[in-house]
């Protein structure tokens, strides 16, 4: 939040006026940095919080259908009709399962170019309604952008600098702005609208920077553990303490589906298993699968004809999928040939264990890869990832909010919040108005920055004629730089430049005198 400019020679020369000087280039530096970075957060996270809302408008013909009391078809059936309408050697990465009345059903698959799309069926008749590329529909891209500007792993580090930075700009900004002498709270909390020009423009961006800190702060704190460098390192320190997320939560499931030995192998038994209105013979089920699918005989089946494999996880998701990431997955007519069970059995198991809809369920991408329930609801607290054998339905590991450590759970409520989806339209609005305040706080300070500018020169505030002691600070700019290193980096980098600029401004100013 900037401070009137002045002079090194209206200053006085005392320590107060050396911190407060201090501060100010430092608050300087870190928000012309972020300026531009912190616009495009704020506009990419705005957009982003209002994807519930902004996806079913945009792709209303895919996504939205005319709710009916018919029954939905089969999802195995559904996901064959999805992967007969895309190029051979399409491969299933993951089925969005969601059972609102009113929505399509949506089934990622991986084409053989790499790239991954979106086929939506309407659930009652079965027609395909048309695709999406899950890389570059509207809310991929703009996620790309708040992530790494679509530069990739720069990008990454590019922004994880701007949020870093930010934490310097907020904490400087509230320092400077801080009531102090006659001043008081009113005055710094008050817009004062009679001002014009550039002075209200000053006060503006003070007063509402004050007002948005603590939103501004929870932003990049919540942010932060999903960097690409710093985050990663982060999480990674976290679980071997202890403290992170359970092995299978986030990334490759740490179980295995037990692989019967051959179909042949197996006995044929004189009663068929029953799935829907069609049947599977049980020479095709494992024995293990059969005494684990008794009771569940509601269930529908595999359709005879499938185009499908499985693959990886969902957009949202791509950790989830169990065994070893490959290039290729199982087509279902391979998972049918060796007694994989249907999708519709596992989703009915998915719903005994509790979780209903809104979910991913992954495809395992080999013979003894799992199936996998991913299930991020806005309250983290009911949170689930289930791991269940591909065979026998059998869950083999069940992960909740409450197997999380104590540094996970908190980056599940932040996420959360983050998002805008913790407590519902309400969390959306507020997130939106944090985001634009800090987007006019960025654009009021660089319409500041400009006018003020001297020409040809960088505008930064005058260094005091004198040495201030400022331990605190320092103590807090060296821890702020150990904990997150790439910052540390570009600090000293900045300390480094500031100084030799100073010197070849002295000096010059120097010979000029002379």
Known sequence: MEIPFTSTREARPNQAAGRYRTLWRWHFYAGLFVMPWLMVLAVTGTIYVFQPQIEPWLYHDRMVVAASEMPRLPQQTLMERAAASLPRGATISSVEVNRDPARSAEFIFRLPSGERESVYVNPYSGAVLGTLSVEHRLMKQVRQLHRAMMLGKPGELLMELAGCWTLVMLVTGIALWWPRGNATWVSALVPRLSLRGRPLLRNLHGVAGLWLAAGGLA??????????????????????????????????????????????????AQTPWAVG????????????????????????????????????????????????????????????????????????????????????????????????????????????????????????????YDAYGSVAQAISYGTSLHMGRYFGAVNQWLCALISMGLFAMAATGAAMWWIRRPSRSLGAPARMPMRVPMRGWIVSLVALGVVFPLMGATMLAVWALDRMWVRWATKSLRQATQ
């Open 277 to 400: 209105d069609t049947t599977v013979p049980n020479s095709k089920m494992p024995p293990h699968a059969m005494q684990d699918m008794a009771g569940m005989m509601n269930m529908p089946a595999m359709s005879g004809t499938q185009k499908a494999a499985a693959s990886r996880s969902s957009d949202e998701h791509a950790g989830h999928g169990g065994g070893p990431k490959g290039p290729k997955g199982l087509t279902i007519a391979q998972l049918n040939a060796q007694g994989a069970l249907p999708v519709d059995a596992v989703i009915e198991i998915a719903a005994r264990e509790g979780v209903r809809s809104d979910y991913s369920l992954v495809v395992p991408s080999r013979p003894d890869g799992v199936y996998t329930v991913s299930y991020f609801p806005a309250d983290p607290r009911d949170e689930r990832t289930l791991h269940i054998d591909q065979y026998s339905g059998k869950v083999l590991r069940d992960i909740d």
């Open 219 to 268: 932003f990049v704190l919540t942010g932060l553990p999903w960097s690409g460098s710093w985050g990663k390192q982060f999480k990674a320190i976290a679980t071997r303490a202890g403290m992170g997320y359970p092995a299978g939560a986030w990334g490759e499931a740490p179980v295995r589906s037990r692989v019967p030995l051959t179909m042949d192998d197996l006995p044929i």
